[in-house]
């Protein structure tokens, strides 16, 4: 029996930071991770981003931008951290109006942005068609790549005397992680950060959100910022309907990153080729040069998503009468974002500390009213 | 037939295939992400080595590209 302060179960980018935070708190962390594969930390694009669903969601994510851009000095070349900003498009004056309101809320709360007309959006972006009626540039968006990221604070937790167990956790409650290679950890708190792989707790209120990409060959200098419609707001956040919306990225290397979908209820990890079709389809919508190039790969993820598209960070309190369980999971598309906030809220609530930010709308015990008003 | 490589006028038989052609002219066909010339590997389109900008499209396969008078080919970088 190996006993610890606390065990990590996943090691994604969220359960690799969190593994990080607390071996720098001087904690005794085993982390546990079982795949081959990182889940969404290895699928998605890693993009490091404001976003403001609601008034929870930007506090959370402006502050792990926050933590990002402190430490973006420091990281290794690998994680690929690049300031490219991301420009909100809008195809239309209605959606400008929204670039506005989207620049007031920002405003108000400290995140930089700047509102680009037709031309400054064709000057900054000139692949893009003619005709769309602008955009919001925020300057201090980034873009990673996610594993390396995670790889780095696994390295740096190891390094501050973290054990790193390579096998599946079959059971995690009350105090003990068992393997199923036989190992049986003990620690005081087990930090759950396996993202859709929750069949460890079974309360867990998450479901699966299929998402498509695409990654070109090299075109350097093709792209300049992390472009977004701003319809995909409007589409990306719907609950039920399949949908797709107009996402790309530069790489380092010039090569392009494509999204978006996202589907409901399909869990086959399988390529849909109609979903993929219109995605593409949207892409050259928005910059038709995309259509005459190669991509060389397409693949496919699953973000965990909750009711209230906020993560569940802290005590599992509400969920599970155990009080050892705690929860680092649910952040959708936001994972690589949050990863460094979520690791700070959940150090300062395992020490009891105040932390920089308000935990409670992250608290996972707030599902627990949410499920019973869905079940009346 | 004279084909332009890299901006350079270059005479080449007929039937030769572009990277043939970019071999006599000791260019290039690409340059890799950490700034290695790269040319023909494998010769039969499976390698992807031989990728450079055709008539302003970029990545094609050069070695199954067969020369036509007034091409113009440049290092893909």
Sequence with gaps: ?????????????????VARELSRAGMRVGIVEGG??????????????????SPAQLVLTQYSCSLWRKEADHLPVAVEYEGFGTIWIAANDEEMEEVHAKHAIYAQTGVVSAVLNAAELVMAEPNLRKDLAGGLLVPHDAVIYPPA???????E???LGAALFRSRAVQASHGEVSLEDGTLLQAERIVLATGTECDLLSALPLQKRKGHLAITDRYPGFLCHQLVELGY??????????SVAFNIQPRQTGQLLIGSSRQYGDDDPGVDAAILRQMLERAVSYMPALAGMSVLRVWTGFRAATLDKLPLIGPAAGLSDDTSLWLAAGF??????????????LLDGLLNRTPEIDAGPY?????????????A | MTVTINGRLLEVVAGTVVSAAMLQAGEPCRISVSGEPRTAMCGMGICFECRAVVNGVAHRRTCQFVCADGLRVETMR
């Design chain 1, 332 to 345: 959708e598309g936001l994972g690589i974002t949050n990863a460094l906030g979520a690791a700070r809220l």
């Design chain 1, 1 to 17: 029996m190996k006993s610890f302060d606390i065990v990590v179960v996943g090691a994604g980018i969220v359960g690799c930071a």
């Design chain 1, 233 to 242: 707001l409007k589409s990306a956040h719907k609950l039920v309907a399949d």
């Design chain 1, 363 to 375: 608290l996972p015990a707030r599902m627990v009213n949410r499920m019973e008003i869905a079940r």
């Design chain 1, 157 to 159: 937790a190891q390094r």
């Design chain 1, 36 to 53: 081959a594969h990182r889940g969404a930390t290895a699928a998605g694009m890693g993009h490091v981003v404001v976003m403001d669903d």
């Design chain 1, 149 to 155: 990221a995670a790889e780095f604070f696994l390295s």
